[in-house]
């Protein structure tokens, strides 16, 4: 099952927020990505290059499991995954 949602704001390299839910919450991390969180080395860095990729465009979502009540997706954007 694949479901397209608009990303409404990246919250760090690997976690955003879409503006409807998917499987019951509308907090996406991205499956098989572990960025370094926004106060750690490389952080921020990460979460620029999140939000050029996807923030305020369109993503097709395949989700794959929750973790600390969000959901966990395999994430595309022009056929491409997000890594």
Do not use: W
């Amino acid at each position: 099952m694949t479901i397209r949602r608009k990303v409404k704001k990246v919250i760090d390299g690997d976690t955003f927020q879409t503006h409807t839910k998917v499987n019951g919450s509308n907090f996406i991390r991205i499956a098989g990505k572990n960025a370094p969180e926004k106060n750690h080395a490389g952080g921020r860095a990460a979460t620029q290059r999140l939000k050029r990729q996807i923030q305020g465009k369109v993503v097709t979502l395949k989700p794959v499991g929750r973790s600390y009540g969000r959901t966990v997706a395999k994430v595309r954007h022009k056929r491409k995954y997000i890594r």
